[in-house]
């Protein structure tokens, strides 16, 4: 994961040693919006977002309950990379919404909502249709 070196979660994560990548789904747009958009130095984005921050199982950094996918990642190595450091980090635990899960315990990306941000356009477009 690369984080900017002003940000204020490239602190945060380089203290902890840790990091959850939660994978949020189209109906999280305007909290993901949100987030991306405002320090933590200056917002709870918990609170203001309505999200629900829950113990991770195996790192110190917390879950985003709302959020479909959790990955729990332990940093191993941290690279600069000009503006931006690289998190290098070990998969310790993921979590799934059962909702998402097809009959052999799989995730259907059709069921996971998932969308992209297209930063030349700067909008937003959902992911999931079969090719």
């Known amino acids: 994961m690369g984080i900017r070196t002003q940000r204020h979660s ?6 902890a040693g840790d990091f959850v990548l939660n994978v949020p789904s189209s109906e999280l747009i305007e909290a993901t919006k949100f987030c991306g958009s405002k320090s933590g130095r200056d917002h ?11 113990p991770a199982t195996k790192i110190k950094s917390p879950i985003i309950k709302e ?8 940093t191993s190595k941290v690279v600069n990379v000009g503006v931006h450091d ?19 315990g799989h995730p259907d990306i059709s069921k996971l ?8 356009s700067g909008e937003y477009w959902t992911i999931g249709e079969l090719l």
């Open 67 to 74: 959020c479909p996918i959790n990955l729990e990642c332990k």
């Open 86 to 104: 690289l998190f290098i980090a070990e998969v310790v635990a993921v979590h799934m919404d059962e909702a998402i899960l097809d009959e052999k």
């Open 10 to 15: 490239h602190q945060l994560v380089k203290e």
């Open 113 to 120: 909502k998932l969308f992209t941000y297209q930063p030349i």
């Open 44 to 54: 709870d984005k918990f609170k203001e977002c309505d999200l629900t921050a829950i």
